[in-house]
């Protein structure tokens, strides 16, 4: 008989460590390589990636958001488009910087105007592309009282990208927040939303992927409500029946369409992770860590209320069999 899953709810050590900074840039090195020298003001290197991305545009969202979070990233990009006005990817890349800047704890008011201002700028001088739009619903979606024009600008990233693998991750974790009175409601919006996502989206997309994140989502909203209890193995949210039919054809899509080119397929396996942990299927759990390697991502090991890295690392641990 294999040893229970570990506790992955709310950490009651005194002292404990407050959480560790998880790098969003993940396994892509040639972004690791041209942040570290855009954090010296050398905005070149950011041309050159940027311009290399291309029309591929979950990667180019992925990477200006990553570029735009580093320390000055407003200068640096400002400075860029100082000496290149016409450039959409420097236009782009301040307004990603300035949504950065206006979603830090101590920003203010005006920091979301203008950045709300920087990234229409953008969206002017490159009207095809999604990525001033998600910028703003970030902006929309992380300000205090915002969220009202989430599903317009949700929009407007989708008619550009249908697929939008960010985008879809955000308006899933909006939805999953409606009516926490209702439960594990299998009717709640956010259920529908993913299902009707998933089946639209190509057979090799990572939106496959989506319905489990709408339940790692909305177990995120129950718990903080009380709701559910703050450990996610002992909640029983992972094992019901359509948990585990959801969870089934999630890992299954995996084994046959795995997307190992997607700039955020870590995302995907780190959900799919902790959903097999938290169901207890360890050799499941354990191929999907061996596939995330040092790739940790914050969501949704924090789901738990307990310090992201040690609920990682203990599930880690319990997958793969070591102390």
Known sequence: MSPPPPPLGRSRRRGSRPDRAFDPALDDSELIAVRDRFTQGRW????????AT??????RGHRCLALAGTPSA?????????????????????????????????ARPADAVRAREACLAAARITPEDPTPWLALLLLDRGREGGGDECGRLFEEVRSRHPDHHHAHHLMTGLLAESSPESGQDPLHEVYDFAAWAAEQAPADSPLAVLPVIAHAERYRVLAAAGIEPDDPVASG?????????VMKAAF????????????????DLNFLAHAKVCEGRTAEAAALFHRIGPYATAAPWS?????????????????????
């Open 74 to 106: 407003v200068d640096w990009a400002g400075d860029w488009l100082l000496v290149e006005p016409e450039s959409a990817d420097a236009a782009t890349l301040l307004g990603c910087a300035a949504v950065a800047r206006a979603l830090r704890p101590k």
């Open 54 to 59: 291309g029309p591929d545009w979950d990667r």
């Open 252 to 267: 299954d899509w995996w084994l046959e369409w795995e997307r190992e080119d997607h700039p955020r397929h870590r995302v």
């Open 237 to 245: 949210h992972w094992s019901g029946r359509r948990a585990r039919q």
């Open 303 to 323: 789901y738990s209320g307990r310090e992201p890295h040690d609920a990682f690392a203990a599930a880690r641990a319990y997958a793969l069999g070591t102390p």
């Open 44 to 51: 070149s290197e950011a041309r050159a990636l940027l311009v």
